[in-house]
């Protein structure tokens, strides 16, 4: 309930976005073809239960690929390659459950790249751990970040 107090979710036709509220009432602002009014305040159990169900229910759409690409300038153009670290073998069959699951769901793909950085196992609060890659020496070398936008926006 502290999330909904201190969060307004925005229901647009392509996409639902949440805003983070600082001493303001919360409302959240819904165009939505359930026939719900344009402004919905939080605590009315007649829309709570229907917004509670389209935030459930989202599924953000997989692109193939972002319209958004980045170029990175580095100092000089040697490759930035660090060999693997060595990982227990629990945690090695960790590292290949999660990896097996991105490759399956197309958020990471195989790549051949000159480039490597190592991973890293980070114990979280609740003892499991999240996968990290070690950029430390690759963010040295960086000069520069280009963003280009190809969406046409």
């Not at 829309?47 to 319209?67: N, Q």
């Not at 693997?84 to 051949?112: T, Y």
């Not at 480039?115 to 070398?141: E, F, G, H, M």
């Amino acid at each position: 309930m502290t999330f909904c107090v201190e969060h307004k979710i925005i229901f647009g036709k392509d996409e639902i976005r949440i805003e983070k509220l600082i001493d303001q009432v919360f409302t959240a602002y819904c165009n939505i073809e359930t026939g719900l009014d344009d402004q919905l305040v939080m605590g009315n159990t007649n829309y709570e239960s229907e917004i509670k169900k389209l935030v459930s229910s989202y599924k953000p759409r997989l692109l193939k690929e972002s319209p958004i690409q980045m170029k990175l300038l580095l100092k000089d153009e040697t490759p930035i390659w660090q060999p693997p670290r060595r990982l227990s073998p629990g945690e090695k069959e960790a590292v290949d459950k999660q990896i097996s699951q991105w490759l399956d769901n197309k958020i990471i793909r195989p790549s051949s790249s000159e480039y490597a950085s190592p991973i890293v196992l980070v114990r979280k609060k609740d003892n499991t751990k999240r996968l990290c890659i070690d950029y430390r020496k690759l963010n040295r070398q960086i000069v520069d970040i280009i963003t280009v936008n190809n969406s046409g926006k």
